[in-house]
């Protein structure tokens, strides 16, 4: 959700597809070879966006999902998911530029890369699907808001009035306040204008994460022993107001699997990210070596919180680490890392719901290309600054209206566990290795039948089938929790 860019040169170099500019040399100073002006992205930079959108709120589920799966099934599925988000996201950079990786056209969006490799129909599906998973993540980063807001009011509880207090809170008043701010930030007009944010959102990842990991490895010294089986959570245990049944039991597992495909998912924004890398070295080198960085990283912090939030709470390890009240001491330093959650939520929203914003005023442009409405940008002087605030009439209706309806949503459907399942199934195949796969194919012109074909077309298969494997468990989860659901009433 956000891009870097700390020149203001780079203001328009992402999202203004529509604008035509004179072509320049390869060699000025001031513009890059597609007439835009010059970009300043790093490996550093690019490393903070990726971090930023890949460690969100799905950390917080990965215990649980250990719980779930075992000792065994656990760490090696989360080996296992970080070696394919890496392989096909480079497998993806290289496909940033169609025909050859160094010289040839650029694509701006994950959509354009495909429409250049692929095009017809399969363009339609893919934007369908990033659109329609953008949108998903914007209700489950509400969510997850919304439930650590919830956290740090009960915290501050359970801390005045004792553990075994009900300190019952519901999540409405915390989704409306998350969704106000959300409005405001999303008046940014461009990814590439946001990168202190997603610098801000990375830190704060790295702070909560890095407190869910010392309180875990807290409690394991605390309990002497670690806690856990090599199979995962036992039939019989009582979870909530459920016992889990042989049937249960594999709808989690599944729905586990959901939960760490989700961890891992920013491929869809990865063509937006290197669209903000300067040159040279190679855009595709730059990005495969920020991908690597990003994913050993996050993979570390991964197994880290989901191990050692296992060995702490076996069986009961909480769908949410922080909020789950696994842990209720030191209740300020929950509250710190909740307000960290908070905040990174804040900036990683943006990060995933600009290229939907820039895709939905880029197309009304094209068809309204006369209207006022869309186009005018009015200046409004921001008093003891020396520059004024470009204000679009049409990006202020519409990004509040789709905060809105995310917000209406989220409150409609607020199971975090559920919605990150769905969403880590529903996008992980198709954006994260499908339609990589196809495109590096068709880029690198791979024989049909060739041995390096087969070996791709195996992972894709492999990939789908745990796809759909996390979306039944995952839909099975939402269809147990609305037998007990009542809208607008959820309360912790």
């Not at 042989?246 to 869809?268: D, V």
């Not at 869309?374 to 605030?389: C, D, Q, T």
Request: aromatic fraction near 14%.
């Amino acid at each position: 959700m956000t891009k870097m860019s700390e020149s203001a040169g780079t203001r328009h170099q992402v999202f203004d597809v529509s604008v035509n500019m004179p072509s320049q040399t390869g060699g000025s100073k001031c513009y890059d070879d597609d007439g835009r002006l010059k970009r300043t992205g790093t490996v550093w930079t690019a490393s903070a966006h990726i971090i930023t959108a890949v460690i969100g709120s799905g950390v917080l589920s990965l215990a649980w999902a250990t719980a779930q799966l075992g000792w065994v099934a656990g760490p090696t599925m989360l080996f296992l998911f970080s070696f394919v988000t890496y392989y096909t996201s480079s497998l993806l950079a290289t496909c940033y530029r169609t025909g050859d990786p160094d010289t040839g056209k650029r694509n701006y969006t994950y959509m354009d890369a495909v429409r250049a490799n692929l095009g017809g129909f399969k363009v339609k599906v893919c934007g369908a699907i990033q659109y329609m998973n953008l949108f998903g993540v914007a209700i489950g980063y509400t969510i997850a808001a919304s439930i650590s807001l919830m956290a740090i009011e009960r915290s501050n509880c359970f801390h005045t009035k004792g553990d075994n207090s009900p300190c019952r809170v519901s999540s409405n008043p915390y989704m409306i306040a998350f969704g106000v701010v959300e409005i405001v930030f999303s008046q940014i007009p461009d990814f590439d204008q946001i990168s202190w944010l997603s610098m801000l959102a990375a830190v704060m990842s790295f702070t909560y994460s890095s407190i869910g990991l010392g309180l875990g490895v807290a409690k394991v010294a605390e309990n002497g022993k670690i806690r856990g089986s090599m199979t995962g959570i036992s039939i019989g245990t009582v979870t909530g107001t459920t016992r889990v049944t042989e049937t249960q039991k594999i709808w989690r597992s599944f729905q586990a699997l959901g939960a760490i495909a989700f961890a891992y998912s920013y491929s869809l924004i990865l063509i937006e990210i290197q669209d903000t890398i300067k040159s040279p070295p190679s855009e595709h080198k730059t990005m495969k070596k920020a991908t690597l960085l990003s994913v050993i990283v996050t993979t570390i912090f991964y197994m880290f919180c989901g191990c050692f939030g296992y060995a702490a709470f076996g069986d009961l390890s909480p769908g949410n680490l922080l909020t789950g009240f696994g842990f209720f001491n030191p209740y300020w330093l929950l509250d710190i890392a909740n307000a960290a959650i908070v905040i990174h939520l804040i900036g990683a929203y943006q990060v995933y719901c600009q290229p939907l914003f820039a895709f939905v005023e880029k197309t009304s442009s094209q068809y309204f290309p006369n209207s006022k409405f869309i186009a005018k940008e009015i200046s409004i002087p921001i008093p003891g600054f020396n520059r004024s605030l470009k204000l679009n009439l049409f990006r202020l209706v519409w990004r509040t209206i789709f905060v809105i309806i995310t917000t209406v949503i989220s409150m409609l459907m607020p199971f975090f566990n559920d919605v990150v399942g769905i969403l880590g199934a529903f996008g992980f195949w198709p954006l994260t290795v499908y339609f990589p796969v196809e495109m590096y194919i068709v880029q690198m012109r791979i024989p049909k039948w060739s041995p390096r074909w087969i070996c791709l077309q195996i992972l894709s298969m492999a990939c789908l089938i745990i796809s759909i494997a996390a979306g039944v468990g995952s839909f099975a989860g939402v269809v147990t929790d609305l037998k007990v659901y009542k809208p607008f009433k959820t309360s912790y």
